[in-house]
């Protein structure tokens, strides 16, 4: 498909910088065909040469093997995919209709490489990619021709949602449509950023822990339901992955983007990881339970104090931490205490916290200032550690 005429996109694109800077008076809307095609539609009609995946306002495909690969994850497991944006045009050389995609264009191009790569005359390297085992461990390295029969006919057969735009509708309206869809107006949070970069193995990992704890998020009420669309819960994952591998450290954005960055092809610790965190949730759920008597220790529940609960359940049950020897701070004495004496631990430093005038000094500020520093979540967990003797003693 040509180019426009230069001085025609050069109108057409100062007429979208006007458009968003004085929007119109609200003129009667466009009717907009709903409907779903098939994936082997979309295959067909790039074979045939109907379908134009790359308008000028389109940018070139950007996407990485991690994303295309998540994206076939998807509809192997015949999850929802956005909804695609099609206006239907007459090429006046050939008469025959073309479908221009306004939106989806990295979709399509990565499932019709997917199925078939030399339906795409300008394929190049990046288009040649496949399923990782991070994301599906049945299918991944697999290519289309090696999938089970039934697999193969489920995902030619998929449904896509899409929505037809008026043939009539002018370029100016079709470019402003065209920014919209592809910018929510929203900053996005580091999480979500990270979301969109990454698409490895520790993704998947941290993603998939957050979401097979989503029950006791809830219960524990320490993320909002907004919290959890913006992906609070994930990075707070994250948070607790690096706690389990180096022991109590600050909340950092680097830090965080280091760690997704290093293990996005692999997770070698992934298994001790996993084993460790379920374990400690396990923990950390008795412990913030009501217990018989129906009291609730709902301050831990909190993200500052919470953080400080895994860290006393990690040094319980396994010492040091995965790759720190030994840990800072050292927690060494509450290593086997057993859950009995953790929750009196626990107790104890509850009821003294309704004080807070009685509460040491480090403490004190450590409460009043940010709960993430390193220097403030230290002084929690020095403070809960403090009451291991008191409580040992008790028991005895």
Request: charged share 25%.
């Amino acid at each position: 498909m040509s180019w426009p005429n230069v001085a025609v996109l050069r109108q057409s694109l100062r007429s979208l910088r006007e458009a968003m800077a004085y929007p119109p008076a609200m003129a009667e809307p466009f009717e907009v065909t709903k409907t779903v095609y098939s994936v082997l539609d979309f295959l067909e009609w790039q074979r045939q040469g109907t379908l134009n995946l790359r308008p000028y306002f389109q940018r070139n495909s950007v996407w990485t093997p991690k994303a295309k690969s998540q994206l076939i994850d998807t509809f192997l497991r015949g999850w929802p995919v956005p909804i695609i944006f099609l206006q239907m045009k007459t090429d006046p050389g050939t008469l025959r209709n073309i479908r221009h995609v306004v939106d989806g264009q990295q979709r399509l191009r990565t499932i019709l490489a997917y199925l078939d790569i030399d339906s795409l005359p300008d394929a190049d390297e990046s288009d040649h990619f496949t399923v990782l085992r991070s994301h599906n461990r049945e299918y991944g390295g697999m290519s289309f021709s090696a999938l089970p029969q039934n697999i193969k006919e489920r995902l030619i057969q998929t449904e896509l949602s899409v929505h037809v735009l008026p043939t009539s509708m002018p370029d100016a309206e079709l470019l402003q449509i065209f920014a919209r869809l592809n910018s929510t107006g929203l900053r996005l949070n580091f999480q979500e950023l990270r979301n969109a970069k990454y698409h490895g193995e520790f993704k998947q990992f941290a993603y998939d822990l957050s979401y097979e704890q989503l029950d006791r998020w809830r219960e524990w009420e320490t993320f909002t339901p907004h919290d959890i669309a913006t992906m609070d819960d994930v990075e707070f994952t994250s948070e607790l992955i690096y706690l389990a591998l180096h022991g109590v450290s600050a909340k950092s954005k680097s830090t965080l983007d280091r760690m997704y960055e290093d293990f996005d092809d692999e997770f070698r610790f992934a298994d001790a990881v996993l084993e460790r965190l379920r374990l400690a949730f396990g923990i950390v759920d008795d412990l913030v339970r009501p217990d018989k008597s129906g009291r609730q220790l709902r301050r831990f529940r909190q993200q500052g104090w919470l953080y400080s609960l895994f860290a006393l359940a990690l040094a319980e049950r396994f010492g040091a931490p995965l790759l720190e020897q030994p840990a800072d701070p050292d927690m060494s004495n509450i290593e086997g205490i057993g859950p009995r004496t953790l929750h009196k631990l626990l107790t104890a430093a509850h009821d003294r916290l309704e004080s807070l005038s009685d509460l040491p000094d480090d403490l004190q500020k450590a409460l009043r200032g940010a709960a993430t520093d390193r220097s403030s979540r230290i002084a929690r967990v020095n403070f809960l550690m403090g009451r291991v003797k008191a409580a040992k003693d008790s028991d005895g």
